[in-house]
C-alpha cells in the first residue's frame, strides 16, 4: 500500500499524461511508473559498473613492475590453509 501524498499525485498525473489509455486507471499508471524507474534504476547501476570495468581495463597492464610476477603465488601462500 501506498499513499498518494501531493509528490506521488503528481507523479501519477504525469503519467496519465504520457499514458492517456491507462488515465482513469491510477494503479495501473503506478504499476508502469514503478516498472519505468525499475528498469531506469537497472540501467544505471548497469552503466556504473561498465564504466568501472572500462577504467580497470585502461588500467591493466600500465604499472608494469610494481609486482613481481610471482606475487599472487606469494601472497597466498601468507594467508592459513
Not at 12 to 19: L, S
Not at 40 to 52: G, I, P
Request: proline share 5%.
Amino acid at each position: 500500500m501506498i499513499t498518494e501524498t501531493e509528490e506521488i499525485a503528481r507523479a501519477i498525473d504525469a503519467a496519465a499524461r504520457k499514458w492517456p489509455e491507462a488515465a482513469g486507471n491510477r494503479s495501473e499508471l503506478l504499476r508502469r511508473l514503478v516498472l519505468e524507474a525499475g528498469a531506469s534504476v537497472q540501467s544505471d547501476a548497469d552503466e556504473r559498473v561498465e564504466r568501472r570495468r572500462a577504467a580497470i581495463r585502461s588500467l591493466a597492464g600500465s604499472r608494469p613492475g610494481v609486482w613481481r610476477p610471482d606475487e599472487a603465488q606469494r601472497l597466498r601462500e601468507e594467508w592459513p590453509s
